[in-house]
């Protein structure tokens, strides 16, 4: 049960290098998503369509997959989102 002074749980990240770390740029004309994957030196930039949440989530899901076969191993997924100019983690 979640205490009066601390409603929300935070989750911390453990392994940086299992960690697929993406920024969403989210506005009603298009998305862009910014993603450092483990082991990767560069970070990858993505643009789709304005509110295709299922375009999102194959996106997230590829990448996953594809830095997972990279380590051989699981990989989390750490996004930020941007509405309008502020930043929401999650």
Do not use: N
Not at 30 to 52: F, I, N, Q, Y
Not at 61 to 75: F, I, K, M, Q, T
């Amino acid at each position: 049960m979640p205490s009066a002074k601390r409603p929300f749980t935070t989750t911390a990240v453990h392994e940086p290098d299992a960690t697929l770390f993406a920024a969403l740029e989210l506005s009603l004309s298009r998305w862009v998503v910014v993603a450092s994957a483990p082991g990767e030196g560069k970070a990858g930039r993505h643009t789709l369509p304005a509110c295709d949440g299922s375009a999102l989530l194959a996106l997230l899901d590829g990448l996953r997959g594809r830095a997972e076969r990279l380590r051989h191993g699981s990989v989390a997924v750490v996004t930020i989102q941007s509405y309008a100019g502020i930043w929401v983690t999650g």
